[in-house]
């Protein structure tokens, strides 16, 4: 017998070959009991509608039972006239029919799509075509602080798992017309709803092309997640780089589309994607525009020096102990000899041991349930720490490099990127364990090859670093100027709409104080 067995291959129903309905009722209820007859939440309500055998088809498990009881009421309370209307399906919707988003559909598969949505679908025999009504309930809470970026100013209402409540919440904080909302259905399995939100007349319409066309060519049984859409739609899926900006923020999402980037919503997912991204969309929160400018300058780069301490710190302490202790200056070096009296690993695996106690810790603390995982997280840290040392087995300035390192990580506001970093600094270890100074250096040319080799639909990942546009990088990059300053858009991400604002002329509010004074001291001269 061969082993070579043909491999199955998944059925996906095409919806154009589907049968129509033509107003055989009893043909459309068999199609649907082939599939949707064998779950016990199935339901079909047969009616009479002016007289006429009709049947009102749902799932009851997601479909609003408000809305069912009253579309069954209007049916069987409304009088209809003894004339049946010509267009009967079109006065069902005008005067019967209590739902505001009845449309009309004859695909059986895209009907039978609507049912497992949580639409009523209406079914009268001899009249085509079908009513879908809207009426899915599913319940979902309510909009709260976001868990992930959290801020001290600015919105502190995040996304939720609906994605109609998250469209709301971005027509709330953009008002404006030019806002577009693009709808797909991607699974064949799940069918989820997925929104591509952007501002027409500020971003690019070859960006929009494109995110468009790598959506709609998603071809999945099931998406879960909106990382099921993110990895498949960007431009490098092998790399370890984060090239959407993921974001929980109401106020972020608004600014970036104002920006002229486009955001992907995916329905039961609270995280948006925002794209395209670069390395810089990595330092930048909402809050460094409700600081002065200098407060914001002073925090991205010092987000800057928290990456290089925790991507290098860890690596340079083995390149300086193991291999060149010498480059140290002499105090310094002395001071580490004696904290490494009488340790018996060297320098690399220190290193290695404290790292993977921080990891554990901290996949601990994540796992662990709220109430216990911040204290174990702290505890767990302290004991370990303090229990190292004065087993000798690893030293105390060790402690004080790890400690700084794995704090340096979550001062970076993007968490994918954080867990990047993680993997960086694990990499330079590595590097630095067997070449040294010059596997440091090697391995960090290798890095900055693969982040300018990188692109994010089109953009290169060091925009605005790569040279092309230097502007932006002193008006919004490592210098944030003030924001009266900022009347134009960042030119990186080539904006249809280039201006963020009027030409500012900044009022003189001192005349009117100084008349106001004048004015208060004329009569006391006058009585003397």
């Not at 209820?29 to 939440?41: I, Q, T, V, W």
């Not at 800057?304 to 010498?326: Q, W």
């Amino acid at each position: 017998m061969g082993d070579d067995q043909p491999k199955s291959q998944p059925v996906v129903p095409d919806f154009k070959k589907a049968p129509h309905y033509k107003g055989n009722l009893k043909d459309a209820l068999r199609y649907f009991a082939e599939s949707l007859g064998a779950s016990d939440d199935y339901v079909v309500r047969v009616v009479k509608v002016a007289g006429i055998s009709a049947a009102i088809v749902f799932i009851q498990t997601i479909s609003d039972h408000k809305a069912i009881e009253e579309t069954l009421r209007e049916l069987h309370q409304h009088q209809f006239p003894k004339r049946r209307p010509k267009n009967f399906s079109q006065y069902l919707i005008e005067h019967v029919l209590p739902s505001s988003d009845a449309v009309f559909m004859e695909n059986l598969y895209e009907l039978k799509e609507a049912i497992t949505g949580g639409d009523l679908v209406l079914l009268i025999d001899t009249i085509s075509p079908a009513l879908v009504m809207g009426a899915k309930y599913v319940e979902h809470r309510s909009p709260e602080q976001p868990f992930i970026e959290s801020s001290v100013r600015g919105s502190q209402v995040s996304f939720v798992e609906n994605i109609d409540v998250n469209i709301g919440l971005i027509r709330n904080s953009l008002n404006t017309e030019t806002l577009r909302v693009k709808k797909f259905k991607v699974g064949y399995r799940s069918r989820r709803d997925i929104a591509l939100i952007y501002l027409e007349d500020v971003a690019n319409p070859v960006l929009i092309e494109t995110v468009t066309e790598r959506i709609s060519a998603v071809h999945i049984d099931v998406v879960s997640q909106s990382s099921a859409i993110e990895h498949r739609i960007v431009d490098h899926p092998w790399t370890p780089l984060p090239l959407t900006r993921l974001t929980q923020r109401i106020d972020s999402v608004a600014r970036e589309i104002n920006q002229g980037k486009a955001t992907v919503i995916v329905d039961g997912d609270p995280t948006v994607l925002i794209v395209p991204a670069s390395l810089q969309d990595m330092f930048q929160t909402e809050e460094d525009y409700g600081h002065s400018w200098l407060e914001a300058v002073f925090l991205r780069w010092l987000r800057a020096l928290a990456l290089l301490f925790s991507v290098f710190l860890p690596a340079l302490y083995i390149a300086f102990v193991d291999f060149n202790p010498e480059l140290l200056p002499k105090v310094l070096g002395l001071q580490i000899a004696r904290s490494r009296e009488g340790v018996p690993f060297p320098a690399v695996m220190e290193v290695l041991i404290m790292q993977s106690v921080v990891e554990i810790l901290r996949e601990a603390t994540l796992r662990m349930p709220k109430q216990m995982g911040q204290t174990i997280g702290i505890v767990g840290g302290l004991v370990v720490g303090e229990a190292s040392v004065q087993a000798g087995l690893v030293s105390n300035i060790l402690i004080i490099v790890v400690s700084l390192s794995a704090v340096s990580i979550f001062v970076t506001p993007s968490y994918e990127f954080a867990t990047v970093t993680r993997l960086a600094s694990w990499v330079m270890i590595v590097s630095a364990s067997i070449l040294g100074l010059y596997g440091l250096i090697l391995m960090t040319i290798l890095l900055l090859s693969e982040l300018s080799a990188t692109k994010s639909f089109g953009l290169p990942y060091l925009a605005p670093f790569d040279g092309a546009h230097i502007k932006d990088v002193f008006t919004d990059g490592i210098i944030r100027l003030p924001v009266n300053m900022m009347s134009r858009r960042t030119s990186h991400l080539h904006p249809r709409d280039s201006t963020g604002q009027a030409e500012y002329h900044n009022p003189i509010p001192h005349p009117q104080l100084e008349k106001a004074q004048e004015s208060q001291k004329q009569p006391e001269g006058r009585k003397k």
